[in-house]
């Protein structure tokens, strides 16, 4: 059995890591975008499914086109940030099954299964989305994970014509400690679990 990790470890990723609301001016690799992937692919999936796509807007352009589509409040994050990445999931996943789960014909499971397909790709892409938060910790990034966006819009303008459905976007970079707020509270162990 493995040890626990370190409290500075714990603190990073949970205890002390924060939602950022603006970012320094420090940039954002391409390195670092692939090692972000290259951590988070490897958090499970059901059946390997792995429908986590991701747009990385990185230029300008790509940011003020997506902060378009933004409320009021989240429009100025996206257009500040070093990245905003769009994180979708790929409704034919399914289809790279055959490689990422090669042992059986997992395939045939979605074939005309709309309804799993559907609550498949949305519970996999979100629990990579998770990764994908988890990552940028490890790795020395913050992030700005939000909703409050026109989610027909960005399909349209960023995946027309794919399969891809966004699920969220989150800013990304080196948080600014000034753009946060007070730690908001967590419910206790009593208040949200139970032993049966």
């Known amino acids: 059995m493995a040890a626990p990790l370190s409290d500075e470890v714990l603190d990073r990723v949970f205890r002390t890591a924060r939602t ?11 390195a670092e975008l692939r090692a972000l992937w290259d951590l988070l ?22 940011k003020d086109k997506l902060a378009g ?10 257009r500040k940030a070093p990245v905003t990445a769009i994180l979708a999931m ?19 499971w979605f074939l005309g299964n709309d309804g799993l397909i559907k609550e498949s790709a949305f519970r996999n892409s979100t629990l990579q989305g998770a990764y994908f938060i988890i990552a940028a910790r490890l790795l020395g990034l ?16 960023f995946f027309g014509g794919t399969a891809y459905k966004t ?30």
């Open 20 to 30: 950022y609301n603006g970012f320094t001016d420090e940039p954002v690799t391409e």
């Open 90 to 108: 790929d409704m034919e996943f399914y289809e790279r099954l055959p490689k990422l789960f090669p042992h059986t014909d997992a395939r045939a």
């Open 142 to 157: 913050d992030t700005g994970p939000m909703s409050g966006f026109d989610t027909h819009k960005v399909n349209e303008a």
């Open 167 to 196: 699920n969220f976007i989150s800013t990304l970079g080196h948080g600014d400690p000034a753009s946060i707020f007070e730690r908001l509270p967590r419910l206790d162990f009593e208040e949200a679990n139970q032993l049966l």
């Open 41 to 62: 692919k490897w958090g499970p999936t059901s059946a390997n499914q792995e429908p986590l796509r991701i747009i990385w807007c990185v230029s300008q352009e790509a």
């Open 69 to 78: 589509f933004c409320s009021a409040q989240n429009a100025p994050k996206v």
